[in-house]
């Protein structure tokens, strides 16, 4: 059940403008209260709330653009010949400053930091509703999740562009702010997830769709992960409770399957409750978004403009049941058996590809994706956690531990164990390998070699370059509308 699809239509009050060095924040309603006297009661809380949950569903983040970015990065994916020439430039590292998308990515990241720090800004405001109406608890907890999602915006500003502007709340002034360093945000994105660790409601106890306590240790893990703080990215692991893996790995990604035992914080789609907008919201989540294009774009059957590298398929192992989870290959049935995977359907003007996408596509129950796909997407699931805390423990000489988390994904796979006596170097060498296969398709692999300093062997002869790829570039009409940064604070090589 999808309680959170109330959000989208309490996110229509708001908009925040585009640039991040303007701070009105306008109601598109002009009968409705005004931001110096909304905060009064839990529904206009929420609502503001419930804004910045809504701004992953724009295209250029969850709906079309991001996974496209990451996947192409990674080199999950493989074009085919009819593939966009702007989601090529991801394959082959041939992005700009002038990169629209990549700009998009920016501004709509900054829209959802702009919206949570509304709350965050206002919480005088809501510490004055009398308890009556709206408990501490609750209070704590919607603030909570402001800040929660502002950790989240910062985690994808910071693992794509390094040090960013850093709003801990609404600008004061149309003067911009100067970048500050990759280690001050990631400070700022720690401080966020700790606190929404301790105030948010654990699972159980909220509704489907809203950020949870495990979700913000899971993020506060991996943010401390990414920061080589390993000791306590174990520490906020070890923490998590409440979460174990699907028995069958195919229901991570399936839509009646959704906010599983094994999810931690999923990105919502409804196509019922509408789509109308999904061609026109780019940054500003405005309107009726609730669907998102990864099926059809990837879909075998459809647009097929993505396949499975193969890269990613050789890295399976014989007797892997994900690589039949993850993959559609010829001979293979889908819509309830009703159809079969023929040649033909793997064929391009290219010739006839090894696989097709079957992760996030709807043709378990159809036969077309029909251009709009209201599946879920997992942010971070319960294996990604495990795989996770492994890594941790490895590098803080709990090597044994290590290995029985990894057995315990591979367990599901229908995998034999990993021997126990592997030395330090080849626990961390199986983790690789095992998230690869894991997680393929679900936008980690790139920032994955990045942290490890692989990228440069794992993307040879990509067009990747060690010192410039690992960041995007500021994007040029950032540097245009910012005062506060020029060419001089571009990142190296662009």
């Given at each position: 059940m999808k309680n959170y699809k109330i959000f989208a239509l309490f996110a229509l009050v708001f908009v925040v403008t585009q640039s991040c060095?303007?701070?009105?924040?306008?109601?598109?309603?002009?009968?409705?209260l005004s931001p110096e006297t909304f905060f009064t009661n839990e529904g206009q809380v929420r609502s503001a709330v419930n804004a910045s949950y809504a701004q992953n569903q724009t295209n250029a983040l969850y709906s079309r653009l991001l996974f496209y970015m990451y996947d192409n990065m990674g080199q999950d994916n493989s074009p085919n010949p009819q593939q966009e020439a702007n989601k090529l430039t991801y394959s082959r590292f041939t992005f700009d400053s002038s990169n629209t998308e990549i700009a998009d990515f920016w501004d709509s990241c900054f829209k959802g930091v702009n919206k949570a720090n509304f709350v965050i800004s206002n919480i005088d405001r809501i510490n004055e509703i009398p308890e009556s109406i709206l408990s501490e608890r609750l209070k704590n907890k919607?603030?909570?999740?402001?800040?929660f999602l502002r950790g989240h915006y910062y985690f994808l500003l910071a693992t794509r562009f390094g040090g960013v502007p850093l709003f801990s709340g609404l600008p004061e002034s149309s003067e911009?702010?100067?970048?500050?360093?990759?280690d001050e945000v990631f400070a700022q994105i720690i401080e966020d997830f700790r606190f929404a660790a301790d105030n948010l409601l654990a699972r159980g106890e909220e509704l489907n769709g809203r950020a949870t306590k495990g979700a913000a240790l899971a993020y506060l893990g991996k943010a401390l992960l990414f920061q080589k703080q390993y000791d306590l990215a174990y520490d906020a692991f070890d923490d998590i409770t409440?979460?174990?893996?699907?028995?069958?790995y195919f229901d991570n990604f399936k839509e009646e399957t959704e906010h599983g035992i094994e999810s931690l914080f999923e990105i919502e789609f409804d196509r019922a409750i509408g789509t109308a907008n999904k061609w026109d919201s780019n940054v500003s989540a405005q309107g009726f978004n609730e669907s998102t294009f990864r099926g059809q774009d990837y879909g075998v059957l459809d647009w097929f403009n993505v396949y499975p590298s193969q890269d990613l398929l050789d890295e399976y192992e014989e007797g892997d049941i994900r690589s039949a989870e993850n993959f559609y290959f010829e001979g293979d049935t889908y819509n309830n058996g009703e159809g079969v995977i023929v040649a033909s359907d793997l064929s391009t003007t290219a010739g006839i590809r090894p696989a097709g996408w079957r992760k996030y596509q709807n043709y378990y129950r159809r036969n077309a994706e029909e251009q709009e796909s209201g599946i879920n997407f997992?942010?971070?699931?319960?294996?990604?956690?495990?795989?996770?805390?492994?890594?941790a423990a490895n590098e803080t000489n709990r090597t044994p531990e290590a290995i029985t988390l990894i057995n315990r994904v591979r367990e599901r796979a229908e995998l034999d164990p990993i021997d126990d006596n592997l030395s330090k170097q080849q626990v961390f060498d199986a983790i690789v390998h095992e998230r690869k296969v894991e997680l393929a398709g679900e936008q980690v692999r790139f920032d994955d070699i990045i942290r490890w300093g692989i990228a440069s062997t794992e993307l040879a002869g990509t067009g990747f370059q060690q010192g410039k790829h690992e960041v995007w570039p500021i994007p040029d009409r950032e540097i245009s509308a910012n005062d506060a940064i020029s060419q001089d604070d571009q990142n190296p090589g662009y």
């Open positions: 060095d303007e701070s009105n924040l306008e109601l598109t309603n002009p009968n409705a919607y603030i909570a999740e402001a800040r911009g702010l100067p970048r500050a360093t990759r409440g979460y174990d893996l699907e028995d069958n997992k942010v971070i699931r319960y294996a990604d956690v495990l795989l996770m805390k492994a890594e």
